[in-house]
T-cell receptor
């Protein structure tokens, strides 16, 4: 079966760095997405990886290892507005997105 | 103006009633999706459509039906609402093809549905 695993909740301090991990099992693989979702709002696109390695975009970076079925989202210089849920989604062989349940990130001052 | 809109934004209904949630998009995308989101369960796909003549069941289609009236419009119906259909419903769109730019899904603001 297809499955996406990520931690349910994480807590970090303002100004610090946090890494949110995601492991995936999909039928075929055509990339991995990270989305941000503030409470009660729509998910918004953060990053997409299809090749191994790290992609950096400002304070946010996303890493992929296809051989390990593993990705992480790295958030630097955390701000209070980064408090949100972070959704990992793998793209299967039919180009369908398989969604994880999301990681709720709590930022403390 | 928002690229993906949903109406209504909030709805309270009673068990057994038929209701319709509507989604419109101005992004010109071919693909449209309906998801529901429940606390702790993430997004679950209800139905999706790759073009006006193409409708596909998702993971949890029982109790739901859809209509793709035009490229820009995709409606979700609950034929006879039940309390466990209380959830946050999202419509999303994506373009056709593969790769980041074409597979990224863009979400509407969501509809909060409460079935009493």
């Amino acid at each position: 079966g297809q499955n996406i695993d990520q931690p349910t909740e994480m807590t970090a301090t303002e100004g610090a760095i946090v890494q949110i991990n995601c492991t995936y099992q999909t039928s075929g693989f055509n990339g991995l997405f990270w989305y941000q979702q503030h409470a009660g709002e729509a998910p918004t696109f953060l990053s997409y990886n299809v090749l191994d390695g790290l992609e950096e975009k400002g304070r946010f970076s996303s890493f992929l290892s296809r051989s390990k079925g593993y990705s992480y989202l790295l958030l630097k210089e955390l701000q209070m507005k980064d408090s949100a849920s972070y959704l990992c989604a793998g793209v299967d062989s039919n180009y369908q997105l398989i969604w994880g349940a999301g990681t709720k990130l709590i930022i403390k001052p | 103006d928002a690229d993906v809109t949903q109406t209504p934004r909030n709805r309270i209904t009673k068990t057994g009633k038929r209701i319709m949630l509507e989604c419109s998009q101005t992004k010109g995308h071919d693909r449209m999706y309906w998801y529901r989101q429940d606390p702790g369960l993430g997004l679950r796909l209800i139905y999706y459509s790759f073009d006006v003549k193409d409708i596909n069941k998702g993971e949890i289609s029982d109790g739901y039906s859809v209509s793709r009236q035009a490229q820009a419009k995709f409606s979700l119906s609950l034929e006879s609402a039940i309390p466990n259909q209380t959830a946050l419903y999202f419509c999303a769109t994506s373009d056709f093809g593969s790769g980041k730019e074409l597979e990224t899904q863009y979400f509407g603001p969501g509809t909060r549905l409460l079935v009493l």
